[in-house]
């Protein structure tokens, strides 16, 4: 079984750490997995995008229209994502909007950005993952939480366990450990109630 999840939102949301999280995760569970990321700018604020293939893939890259999941932790760059998108592809977005650097145009409104994403997939989700991470004590835990959602949300927890994700949170991120698990638990949480 193959699944390919496409990320996508800017510096410092820690979608690096997500990915290796995974990444981990898929190793500990004896699956084949590549990760691969791109950079707008490789700075905090650009944009980054990350491609998590776990199965058999020939390339690095998951082709446009192939995304089986995408988590967009900023809902600009969820806009970008659709390309990758089909009409069976799952969709979580963090709702949390950041005016790109140096933008002077206008951006657009979150509820429109929602409206296309629906028009385009037959599941698409919206976490207010940077709020709920705030009131964990912390906005860097937004990816935890966005990595509860995906969990909930998807099949990949028919191919990773929730024990391999939290060895792996563990592993990955080796300090704050408990704040990070409570803000995945809380993510997951959140999101199996939207199912």
Do not use: C, W
């Given at each position: 079984?193959r699944?390919?999840?496409y ?10 750490t ?8 898929a ?11 791109t950079?707008g700018?490789?700075q ?12 058999e ?17 900023e ?6 994502a ?12 963090n709702?949390r909007?950041?005016?790109p ?10 509820e429109d ?24 004590g912390?906005p860097?835990f ?9 969990f ?7 191919l ?12 990955v991120?080796?300090k704050a450990v ?6 995945f638990r ?7 109630a939207?199912?």
């Amino acid at each position: 079984m193959r699944l390919n999840i496409y990320l996508t939102g800017v510096g410092g949301q820690g979608l690096i750490t997500f990915a290796s999280i995974i990444g981990q995760a898929a190793v500990d569970s004896g699956l084949r997995v590549t990760v691969a990321e791109t950079h707008g700018l490789s700075q905090r604020g650009g944009a980054v995008d990350v491609h998590i293939r776990i199965g058999e893939a020939h390339s690095p890259l998951i082709p446009r229209g192939e995304a089986d999941v995408v988590v967009a932790f900023e809902i600009i760059e969820a806009l970008r994502a659709l390309p990758y998108t089909n009409p069976a592809t799952v969709f979580i977005a963090n709702r949390r909007l950041i005016p790109p650097p140096a933008f002077r145009g206008k951006l657009p409104k979150p509820e429109d950005v929602e409206v296309e994403i629906k028009s385009r997939v037959a599941s698409a989700y919206f976490i207010d993952a940077y709020n709920h991470a705030v009131k964990l004590g912390n906005p860097i835990f937004e990816n935890m939480v966005m990595l509860g959602a995906l969990f909930a949300l998807t099949r990949v927890k028919e191919l990773i366990s929730m024990d391999a994700v939290e060895g792996a949170i563990v592993k990955v991120i080796g300090k704050a450990v408990q704040e990070n698990l409570r803000a995945f638990r809380l993510g997951y949480s959140i999101a199996s109630a939207r199912r």
